[in-house]
């Protein structure tokens, strides 16, 4: 029997799938341009926004005759033992591809925002603890362990990472953001890309873009950043994870931007992102993206002018389930309202995909092989590493850290004794596991109280829980005081819960009014501290939250952010003295509670000054984060009036780093840019580079960052991204407000433009220290 060409795995997969769609009936090659979620609940509280009003019905034996584009969460909709799960992946495949005519599968898709969002799944750490860690490598190796997992069972493509830039910190989906910074936000994010990519499983970036500018941090809420904003705070993240990551997929923004909804948006989804930056891959929708454009957006009458509007705009695929892409995009291409070379275009590009990954060949298979753990030892071990990498010590000003290993101990708080409060919001136990009460946890998840009594055996810890984490109640203050009091140090766990759509005080559509503390924690707090015994704040939480108020009141104050199923041994591991802190702050910790929206990239006007009464100088800074340890930073200045280099020329800046503690530990090294005068206001500072340090005590180490005038790149005021001469500050910094070292520079010749292809990454060289630094 003659093989058909696009069965033929020796020809190249754009003729394969040429072959295959001039085969195709207008119904086969829609049907590769929509979801199904099979086993959604179209009552009670869902997972998606508006998920009860926007499912659609369909009978499932008529529908895949014709094929089948994307089968949606078929882990993560409801609790299933993953080696039984995978089998009936394997039997709805084989399902799909009898019932049409070319025999080829779904592409099944699964969120794994912090691991895979599955029953017995790995929970790590949310992404901004990545940020806090400041390690991508081990990003990475997370990426390639959720990656393996993913294809162990049959999962081809994964809904992450989200790669927005916190511009409010009152958005409820901070915890799933990996930073205010889009520096820090595409390196790591690009990590998490290839370490998933190189599992075989296509990443899907999001939410591009603008989502996290939300106006007034309300989910979903318009955009109103400019055209600068957009181009050199919320883009450049998505470019690293593109060009260095390989990322195969995009997922349009729920939001518009300037009044413009970006799953209906050209300039962006096509002009930009295809022709501009050189895109192949598929753009998704977000859940119900395209039906939000008829009855959220109503920039589109009905649902085939929804469909019309989004594949116009080059959305490829409508995700979860179908609803504009069916049938009313058959009829309206029928009816000649559509071009079909719309549907064209993005059944194109959708099974050029399938083809990447192998499921347009004849010896296609679907069944599992070996056995399926998804959460071994070797993930928990890496979980642990992550955790421990991400708790940010705040501050220690007189030494109670680490604690004694036979103290008094009272642990207080909501957040000590629950495991849900090591997990964000799209974590099964979070996400979906609620909905199940009578199903057991399916992972071990150790509370920071049950770890702290592991870790310090011969202490005596008491528990009292004090409140509960968002309700008004005071009545547990007096046992949490009498406990408190009866101690030599109070452990204070305080924190977030995570949920959905109002569920939680942190997660997807639980966003916050202020930067208070939630409840009355902030009560009981004060209640401890006027206790007069020496208090530890631990939070555990999706955001931060404004501590000005007992700035030099407490004994010591640790920031995690839901550090994942090992994060309360991470935590306890920090409070014994086990774990040296080396977490640094991806997000600015305010003073005051009000005051928002505030990030650091601010210009000269966004910072204090006699203007305005209002200071909205943070308590700690971006990149802030204290050790155990001492380190010595040595750093001799080139030429001390300072170097001159081209526009498009290179500038190496080297400092010695030297553990002069008694006890191994991690410095951050950061370089920040300096802009004194620009033709646009620029932020006044702004991260450029960044290298993680492991040091023995007495280690000296030598870190060189490569600056090229290309960092020193933005938007001018006719929207070209150009290098201007003018003078430069280089800044080595432990935070962005704790400067080190400084070196100068001149940038001369002609204004530069640079384009997609510049330089993003400040590459840099560690090495042992020569005799003349050590």
């Avoid at 708790?391 to 680490?402: E, K, M």
């Avoid at 601010?602 to 700690?620: C, H, I, K, M, R």
């Amino acid at each position: 029997m003659t093989t058909a060409p696009w069965r033929d795995p020796a020809l190249p997969a754009a003729a394969r799938v040429d072959d295959l769609l001039s085969r195709m009936t207008l119904e086969e090659k829609t049907a590769q341009l929509y979801g199904v979620w099979v086993g959604a609940s179209t009552d009670g509280d869902g997972v998606a926004p508006l998920q009860r009003e926007m499912t659609a019905d369909y009978d499932w034996d008529e529908l895949i005759t014709h094929g089948l584009g994307q089968l949606t969460r078929p882990f993560g909709t409801a609790p299933v033992d993953p080696a039984l799960g995978a089998q009936a992946l394997a039997r709805a495949q084989r399902r799909i591809a009898e019932a049409g005519r070319f025999g080829i599968p779904a592409l099944a898709h699964e969120e794994c925002l912090a691991g895979f969002t599955a029953w017995q799944a790995t929970a790590y750490p949310v992404p901004l603890a990545w940020g806090a860690a400041f390690d991508p490598p081990l990003v990475e190796e997370m990426g390639r362990r959720i990656g393996a997992d993913l294809r162990a069972v049959g999962v081809h493509q994964g809904l992450a990472p989200v790669l927005d830039v916190v511009r409010d910190p009152r958005w409820g989906r901070v915890e799933e953001t990996i930073g205010e910074d889009p520096y820090l936000v595409g390196t790591v994010g690009a990590a998490y890309v290839r370490g998933l990519e190189s599992a075989g499983v296509v990443a899907t970036l999001k939410h591009f873009a603008g989502y996290a500018a939300s106006a007034g941090a309300r989910n979903l809420a318009p955009v109103r950043a400019g055209v600068r904003e957009f181009a050199d705070v919320t883009l450049p993240p998505f470019e690293f994870a593109l060009r260095e990551g390989g990322a195969r997929s995009v997922m349009a923004a729920y939001t518009d931007t300037d009044g413009i909804p970006a799953s209906a948006d050209p300039g962006l989804l096509t002009e930009l992102l295809r022709e501009q930056w050189g895109f192949t891959g598929t753009v998704v929708a977000d859940y119900f993206g395209v039906g939000f454009l008829q009855t959220q957006h109503r920039v589109a009458g009905t649902e085939a002018e929804a469909a019309h509007a989004a594949l116009a705009a080059g959305l490829d695929v409508e995700l979860p389930t179908l609803k504009c892409y069916g049938k009313p995009l058959l009829e309206a291409v029928r009816a000649g309202e559509v071009p079909e070379e719309l549907v064209d275009r993005a059944a194109r590009r959708v099974l050029l995909q399938k083809c990447e990954l192998g499921l347009l060949d004849e010896d296609w298979g679907p069944e599992p092989a070996g056995r399926i753990d998804l959460d071994s030892t070797a993930n928990r071990a890496l979980a642990r590493r992550l955790a421990e990498e991400s708790v940010v010590l705040l501050d220690n000003p007189d030494g109670v850290l680490p604690l004694s290993p036979d103290t008094r101990i009272a642990v207080v708080g909501p957040r000590a004794a629950d495991a849900l409060a090591m997990l964000g919001c799209y974590s099964f136990p979070s996400h979906v596991l609620t909905h199940h009460p009578d199903i057991p946890m399916g992972i071990e998840i150790p509370t920071v109280l049950e770890a702290l009594r592991t870790e310090l055996p011969d202490a005596k810890v008491t528990f009292a829980e004090g409140c509960g984490v968002d309700d008004p109640g005071t009545g547990g203050f007096e046992e949490a005081v009498a406990r408190t009091a009866e101690a030599d140090v109070c452990v204070a766990v305080l924190g977030d819960r995570a949920g959905l759509f109002g569920r939680g005080t942190s997660g997807e559509g639980c966003d916050a009014t202020d930067l208070q503390l939630p409840g009355v924690q902030g009560e009981l707090l004060d209640a401890l501290v006027a206790t007069g015994v020496p208090v530890v704040l631990v939070l555990l939480t999706g955001r931060p939250y404004a501590l000005g108020r007992w700035h030099g009141r407490l004994a010591a104050a640790v920031q995690a952010f839901f550090p994942g199923e090992e994060g309360g041994p991470a935590v306890a591991g920090v409070l014994s003295g086990r774990v040296n802190p080396s977490g640094r702050l991806p997000v600015s910790v305010p003073q005051v509670p009000g005051g928002q929206p505030w990030t650091y990239l601010q210009p000269p006007l966004g910072l204090a000054g006699e203007v305005s009464n209002l200071d909205p100088t943070p308590l700690y800074a971006f990149g802030h984060g204290r050790s155990y340890t001492t380190f010595a930073w040595e750093y001799a200045a080139q030429d001390a009036a300072g170097a001159e280099i081209t526009t498009d020329g290179s500038y190496d800046v080297t400092v010695a780093v030297r553990n002069t503690g008694d006890r191994a530990g991690a410095e951050v090294v950061q370089l920040y840019l300096h802009d004194p005068v620009a033709t646009v206001t620029r932020p006044d500072v702004r991260l450029i580079g960044y290298q993680r340090l492991e040091l023995d005590p007495g280690e000296t180490r030598r870190v060189t960052f490569r600056f090229h005038a290309d960092h020193s790149a933005f938007t001018d005021r006719t929207g070209r991204r150009v290098v201007e001469p003018g003078a430069l500050e280089l800044r080595l910094a432990a935070s962005s407000a704790e400067v080190r070292h400084t070196a100068r520079l001149t940038l001369t010749g002609p204004v530069r433009e640079v384009g997609a292809d510049r330089r993003l990454r400040c590459e840099t060289e560690v090495a042992p220290a020569t005799e003349e630094t050590a």
